[in-house]
């Protein structure tokens, strides 16, 4: 961990409340501001009470899950065990992360049943075809040791995305993927999806955080019914998210984290996160924000940190 990630972790902490509380303890779900700008929240009895959100397919999908970019061998293994144990049920890869073999033993390992848990990888731009589409996505399932994922994503939209799609239809109609959708398409690279798609995406991945809150995409995804999902909602702590004046204010109003406050932010715009982290206390952390509401003034003094820009240009 660099220096600067040490400092993000340490001002995170600051705002740490003393006795992590467990995410389980989160039951007032359902009682504050349940949006439902993409579809249906749903109430599911999982270990931690992650509302769920109905896919323009019908599929629920859990509106809070966890991450595993960056995340590599032991370290992920354990990371995403210990995220099953506290309750996350949604789990989301990538080939390119070069940890699927990883998160396949963490789902064995954690021993739940596999209907509980909601899988996500992503097809990657060397494979993007239709041929060779299908075949990374057994070589998919294979390092993760499942029969099916619940959701695949076109990574980025490169290559023959045209043949990627109808290869991922293909396997979605044969039952081998319960959902199917994409990931980093901007808004003309969706329309030409949607020109010729039999299938319409269920969720488009993007980044998005205080810093990037992509409002035109936020709208566009709204009117087509696709499920906006956030990578990096915390921005992997650049430009000093975790030490922002604003964020420490609104936590310290409610007895949160930054960290908190940010995902909640999220899930009040009705936008799926995956936050990732390799500390247990942090993992905890992440799941309790269903038990207090941001208001009005909350939302308008975050909507204001809005730069209207990546703050990862070099993935642009």
């Known amino acids: 961990m660099n220096s600067q990630n040490q400092k993000n972790e340490i001002n995170r902490r600051r705002f740490l409340q003393s006795g992590v509380k467990l995410a389980a303890a989160g039951i007032y779900l359902g009682m504050f501001g349940m949006p439902n700008l ?28 966890f991450g595993t970019y960056g995340l590599r061998g032991e370290v992920c293994q354990q990371s995403v065990a210990d995220a099953i144990s506290v309750g996350y049920r949604l789990i989301d890869t990538a080939k390119v992360y070069g940890n699927e073999e990883a998160v396949g ?4 390992q954690s021993g739940i049943d596999r209907k509980q848990l909601f899988v996500t990888s992503k097809l990657w731009v060397d494979d993007a075809g239709y041929e060779n589409a299908k075949k990374g996505f057994e070589e998919t399932l294979t390092k993760l040791g499942l029969e099916y994922l619940d959701l695949y994503l076109i990574h980025r939209p490169r290559g023959d995305v045209k043949g990627s799609w109808k290869a991922m239809e293909e396997l979605y109609a044969a039952g081998k993927i319960r959902a199917i959708g994409i990931s980093n398409f901007d808004s003309e690279q969706l329309a030409d999806l949607l020109s010729y798609a039999q299938v319409k995406p269920v969720v488009n991945q993007i980044e998005t955080h205080a810093y990037f809150q992509q409002g035109n995409s936020y709208n566009l995804l709204k009117k087509h019914n696709v499920q906006m999902e956030a990578w990096a909602p915390f921005a992997e702590g650049r430009n000093g998210l975790f030490t922002d004046e604003v964020f420490a204010q609104i936590a310290k109003k409610y007895n949160k984290t930054i960290a908190q406050v940010n995902l909640r932010w999220h899930y009040q715009r009705g936008i799926v996160a995956i936050p990732r982290s ?20 909350d939302i308008s003094a975050i909507e204001k940190l809005d730069l209207n820009k990546t703050q990862f240009p070099e993935w642009s």
């Open 38 to 65: 993409f579809g249906n929240v749903i109430m599911d009895k999982g270990a931690a009470n992650i509302p769920d959100v109905k896919l323009n397919n019908g599929v629920k999908m859990p509106m809070l899950g």
């Open 105 to 108: 033993k963490a789902i064995k």
């Open 278 to 297: 390799s500390q247990k206390a942090h993992i905890v952390e992440n799941l309790n924000i269903f038990d207090f509401k941001l208001n009005h003034e």
